[in-house]
């Protein structure tokens, strides 16, 4: 049973643009969640993360927005660089237990 | 954060045969953990690995198809028994500092001949 779901696989953007991954979720027990950015042939490196405390969470070009009662948050990524192309996949765990459940990931390709 | 150092960093193995990957860490960690990702799928969650004693494995996961060692506090190692090729995976080990997020190695791609 899939508890964090990532759809729309694949997303192109414009360099300079907004990139916006979507993430939902139906473990309503989660109350940590995670983005990870992933490179072909290599580990997922920590992205942001956000508390269920809070509805938003910044860092420099990454926001992420969370909608508890939606069971739903995204990532935005603003402007988005050609370097940003790469797998992001969400991630959240339960009551500061430290197992992760993980989206199945979103390609992102920024195009020059 | 501390580096992790996966190996191998890809086999291809014979159906029946077993194979185990290591994860070391430079320096010692409380919390380590084994994922998988089948093609297309998302990481799932195999097992804590525990200092000294037994793991914690998910459901859907034994101890007998992927036994875990973990001898001291930067050291963890993981084997796939019995390979089939539903195996086929990447294999990932992760750690958790204090106050920090989990972390991942660049993991193990394994293929199943």
């Known amino acids: 049973d899939q508890q964090v779901k990532q759809n729309s696989p694949s997303l192109s953007v414009q360099e300079g643009r907004i990139s916006i991954l979507n993430c939902d979720y139906t473990?309503?027990?989660?109350?940590?969640f995670l983005w990870y950015k992933k490179y072909p042939a290599e580990g997922p490196t920590f992205l942001i993360s956000?508390?269920?405390?809070?509805d938003k969470n910044e860092d420099g070009r990454f926001t992420v927005f969370l909608n508890k009662s939606a069971k739903h948050l995204s990532l935005h990524i603003v402007p988005s660089q050609p370097g940003d192309s790469a797998v992001y996949f969400c991630?959240?765990?339960?009551?500061?237990?430290?197992?992760?459940?993980f989206g199945k990931g979103n390609q992102v390709v920024v195009i020059p | 954060s501390a580096v992790i150092s996966q190996k191998p960093s890809r086999d291809i193995c014979q159906r029946g045969t077993s194979l185990t990957i290591q994860c070391q860490v430079d320096?010692?960690?409380?919390?380590m953990f084994w994922y998988r990702q089948q093609p297309g799928q998302s990481l799932t969650l195999i097992a804590t690995?525990?200092?000294?004693?037994?793991?914690?494995?998910e459901s859907g996961f034994v101890i007998d198809k992927f036994p875990i060692s973990r001898p001291n506090l930067t050291f963890s190692t993981l084997t796939v028994s019995n390979l089939s090729p539903e195996d086929s995976s990447i294999y990932l080990c992760?750690?958790?500092?204090?106050?920090?997020?989990?972390?991942f190695g660049d993991g193990t791609r394994l293929s199943i001949l």
């Open positions: 992760s750690v958790r500092e204090p106050n920090q997020p989990q972390h």
């Open positions: 991630a959240a765990s339960a009551g500061g237990n430290n197992r992760l459940a």
């Open positions: 473990n309503s027990m989660f109350d940590y």
């Open positions: 956000i508390s269920s405390i809070k």
């Open positions: 320096s010692q960690v409380t919390m």
């Open positions: 690995a525990n200092q000294g004693s037994e793991a914690t494995y």
